[in-house]
T-cell receptor, first 108, second 115 residues
Framework: AQRVTQPEKLLSVFKGAPVELKCNYS??????LFWYVQYSRQRLQLLLR??SRESIKGFTADLNKGETSFHLKKPFAQEEDSAMYYC??????????FGAGTRLFVKA | GAGVSQSPRYKVAKRGQDVALRCDPI?????LFWYQQALGQGPEFLTY????????KSGLPSDRFFAERPEGSVSTLKIQRTQQEDSAVYLC?????????????FGQGTRLTVV
């Protein structure tokens, strides 16, 4: 079965501190993995995808197939990073499976 | 339009009432998805359209849920005889095509409250 687990509902860090949002997945094949972000009163939007191996707004995420993880990292958190973050997986079909989300709160 | 548009933004329905939720995808987008997001949860897949064809409806929770996209653009999600457990935010997303890693753009959602 396809499943995405985000173990932390809430993560609170100070501005300038490193941040890591955890994501583990369950899928037997080669998944597509994504991070989506939802800022306050805005719509859900794509942050980054594993295939692009890109850094967006200072965030990176590396797919670790051995640990079935796709953690989101940023070395220095900013207040504007405060938002809801969702890890998502797409297997061979059309549906995308989302985790329950982690709320990141960056304190001044 | 500037993005995916959903209407209404908020809907309050009495239990047993039928509701219809509308999604206007980005013009030219082939793929259209509906998701249900309960409070405190991530979005859960309901159904997928490629143009007017409904290729996957495995996520629809019961036969009270029905979705259509008759002309391959606007889509409507209909819920018959609403129940309290149907209360959620219903999200629509569209993408230009259905290829690996094609970005899906989400609407603002319709918040349905069944009382």
């Amino acid at each position: 079965a396809q499943r995405v687990t985000q173990p932390e509902k809430l993560l609170s860090v100070f501005k300038g501190a490193p941040v890591e949002l955890k994501c583990n997945y369950s899928y037997s094949g080669s998944p597509e993995l994504f991070w989506y972000v939802q800022y306050s009163r805005q719509r859900l939007q794509l942050l980054l995808r594993h295939i692009s191996r890109e850094s967006i707004k200072g965030f990176t995420a590396d797919l670790n197939k051995g640990e079935t993880s796709f953690h989101l990292k940023k070395p220095f958190a900013q207040e504007e990073d405060s938002a809801m973050y969702y890890c998502a997986l797409r297997g061979g079909g059309f549906k995308t499976i989302f985790g329950a989300g982690t709320r990141l709160f960056v304190k001044a | 339009g500037a993005g995916v548009s959903q209407s209404p933004r908020y809907k309050v329905a009495k239990r047993g009432q039928d509701v219809a939720l509308r999604c206007d995808p980005i013009s030219g987008h082939v793929s259209l998805f509906w998701y249900q997001q309960a409070l405190g949860q991530g979005p859960e897949f309901l159904t997928y359209f490629q143009n007017e064809a409904q290729l996957d409806k495995s996520g629809l929770p019961s036969d009270r849920f029905f979705a259509e996209r008759p002309e391959g653009s606007v889509s409507t999600l209909k819920i018959q005889r609403t129940q309290q457990e149907d209360s959620a935010v219903y999200l629509c997303a569209s993408s230009f095509r259905d290829r690996r890693n094609t970005e899906a753009f989400f609407g603002q959602g319709t918040r349905l409250t069944v009382v």
